[in-house]
Nanobody
Framework: QVQLVESGGGLVQPGGSLRLSCAAS????????MAWYRQAPGKERERVAV???????NYSDSVKGRFTISRDNAKQMIYLQMNNLKSDDTGVYYC??????WGQGTQVTVSS
């Protein structure tokens, strides 16, 4: 089945940056939309960014202008560049092929 493996999470101070990566396998990657979700403690999982097979992107209002999603079809990777991080960005970040597969998640903690 489809395998998604995230990396790049960690502890960062407010205002800092992180870049998340997700490696996909066992999928014809270039044909699929890909997305990043996050789940904060005590909250429901929410979608933060999506990139279509045609490279169209869409962001939640809470991250627009600060986060950038991108993909490399040759490497079967997606990325989430996160800038000007806030404490509200804390949570587990998941890579997803919407409706098909989830990664195991990577923790992002924004704290001074």
């Amino acid at each position: 089945q489809v395998q998604l493996v995230e990396s790049g999470g960690g502890l960062v101070q407010p205002g800092g940056s992180l870049r998340l990566s997700c490696a996909a396998s066992r999928i014809n990657f270039s044909l699929y939309n890909m997305a990043w979700y996050r789940q904060a403690p005590g909250k429901e999982r929410e979608r933060v960014a999506v990139i279509t097979s045609g490279d169209t992107t869409n962001y939640s209002d809470s991250v627009k202008g600060r986060f950038t999603i991108s993909r490399d079809n040759a490497k079967q990777m997606i990325y989430l560049q996160m800038n000007n991080l806030k404490s509200d960005d804390t949570g587990v970040y998941y890579c997803s092929v919407p409706g098909i597969a989830w990664g195991q998640g990577t923790q992002v903690t924004v704290s001074s």
